[in-house]
Antibody, heavy 122, light 109 residues
Framework: EVQLVESGGGLVQPGGSLRLSCAAS????????MGWVRQAPGKGLEWVST????????YYADSVKGRFTISRDKSKSTLFLQMNSLRAEDTAVYYC???????????????WGQGTQVTVSS | SYELTQAPSVSVSPGQTARITCSGE??????AHWYQQKSGQAPVLVIY???KRPSGIPERFSGSRSGTMATLTISGAQVEDEGDYYC????????????FGGGTKLTVL
């Protein structure tokens, strides 16, 4: 069974930065697209970003474009989300999610981690 | 850019059929996928590519898509099916992005 374990969340002040990590195991990490989805308190799911299996294609939600960067390290089977210039509206649980195949273009999550809480507040 | 619209809530009695719909402009050209999220838990994929069921998902879950609408059907809903259900698709009308519907809270009682 796929295992995805997020870390790196926490409390940060507006304008600050955080780097989320997602350790992947029990599947061939290098052959699947990966992504991040977030959920603000009491709200629905929001797609954040996707990266292809090779790392050469990335997509971002308009709300995070220019502030967040998705990346992956195949040697460590780990997905990252670098979050800069954080705002109060970025407060959410961030889920790491495995794609169904290698493509970022047709990405949809088929397995999810348990999420990590990010709180942006002064 | 387009949005996916879902009714906020659906309520059925145990054993009845629950239908949850998702409408939006991307759907004639893109597959719909469905997720179940129970309180305090991560989402789970229950239907992908309109009508395919992942292993381990009960047969009472089915899906369809026609025109601008996708439908998740739970035939003989059980109390354990309660939760929030989200549709998801891809919108490439202006720039490429993933899109979730607003979610439908299913109550089975």
């Amino acid at each position: 069974e796929v295992q995805l374990v997020e870390s790196g969340g926490g409390l940060v002040q507006p304008g600050g930065s955080l780097r989320l990590s997602c350790a992947a195991s029990r599947f061939t990490f290098n052959t699947y697209a990966m992504g991040w989805v977030r959920q603000a308190p009491g709200k629905g799911l929001e797609w954040v970003s996707t990266i292809s299996a090779t790392g050469d294609s990335t997509y971002y939600a308009d709300s995070v474009k220019g502030r967040f960067t998705i990346s992956r390290d195949k040697s460590k089977s780990t997905l990252f989300l670098q979050m800069n210039s954080l705002r109060a509206e970025d407060t959410a649980v961030y889920y790491c999610a495995k794609g169904h195949d290698s493509s970022a273009y047709y990405y949809f999550p088929d397995s999810w981690g348990q999420g990590t809480q990010v709180t942006v507040s002064s | 850019s387009y949005e996916l619209t879902q009714a906020p809530s659906v309520s059925v009695s145990p054993g009845q059929t629950a239908r949850i719909t998702c409408s939006g402009e991307p759907l004639p050209n893109r597959n719909a996928h469905w997720y179940q999220q129970k309180s305090g838990q991560a989402p789970v994929l229950v239907i992908y590519e309109d009508s395919k069921r992942p292993s381990g998902i009960p047969e009472r879950f089915s899906g369809s898509r026609s025109g601008t609408m996708a439908t998740l059907t739970i035939s003989g809903a059980q109390v354990e099916d309660e939760g929030d259900y989200y549709c998801y698709s891809i919108d490439s009308s202006i720039y490429h992005r993933g899109v979730f519907g607003g979610g439908t809270k299913l109550t089975v009682l």
